[in-house]
Structures are given as C-alpha cells and as structure tokens.
C-alpha cells in the first residue's frame, strides 16, 4: 500500500439508514482509488475521525488526506473536524491534510 491515504469525513446520523448510504458511497470511491482508504465520523457514527485516522496509520499511511463527505454545512461540536486533524497531524511523522472533493 502507499504510504498515502483518504480518510472520506462524514457527519454522522442517528438513522442507520444514512450512515448505510454514506458507507456505500465511500464504496464506490474506495473502489475508484489507487491509496488506502477509511471513513470517520464527527459524531453518532463509527468509526470515529480519530478512530478512522489511527486505522490507516495502522496500516502504514504517512500522509493522510482527509475529504469532506457532508453535502450541507452543519453545526460542528466544540473538538470539530479541523481541531481533530490538527491534533493528529502533531504526531511525529505524520501529516493530514483538508482536500475538497475537488481537490483543492
């Protein structure tokens, strides 16, 4: 595996449903991509971001790029997504950076 990977951020829900639908999403970009690849949620769901992050450094990943999955902003808890990945990124070693979907 590269030393590269996608962590696919999502809210989270409540409704199983939803996070079914997320997690079929992430399929079909996994499938699409040439790095490791995790999802993690903000809230309401598993695996955490945090969790997500510790699986693919687990699995070797150096760089972490990490994609907003959310379609519509939303309130974020007080610890949200920027802090989680910034705390991450003081890791010895490590680095995880904001993409859009686009790219930039």
Same mark, same amino acid.
């Given at each position: 595996?590269?030393?590269?990977?996608?962590?696919?951020?999502?809210?989270?829900?409540? @409704?199983?449903?939803?996070?079914?639908?997320?997690?079929?999403?992430?399929?079909?970009?996994?499938?699409?991509?040439?790095?490791?690849?995790?999802?993690?949620?903000?809230?309401?769901?598993?695996?955490?971001?945090?969790?997500?992050?510790?699986?693919?450094?687990?699995?070797?990943?150096?760089?972490?790029?990490?994609?907003?999955?959310?379609?519509?902003?939303?309130?974020?808890?007080?610890?949200?997504?920027? @802090?989680?990945?910034?705390?991450?990124?003081?890791?010895?070693?490590?680095?995880?950076?904001?993409?859009?979907?686009?790219?930039?």
């Amino acid at each position: 595996m590269s030393e590269t990977a996608v962590l696919l951020c999502g809210h989270g829900s409540r @409704d199983p449903d939803a996070i079914v639908e997320f997690e079929m999403a992430a399929a079909a970009l996994r499938a699409r991509l040439d790095h490791d690849f995790a999802t993690g949620y903000l809230e309401f769901a598993r695996p955490t971001i945090q969790e997500g992050l510790g699986q693919l450094v687990a699995r070797g990943a150096r760089h972490i790029l990490a994609v907003p999955g959310m379609l519509f902003a939303a309130s974020v808890p007080p610890l949200g997504k920027k @802090d989680r990945l910034r705390a991450f990124s003081t890791h010895p070693g490590q680095t995880c950076a904001k993409k859009s979907i686009t790219g930039s």
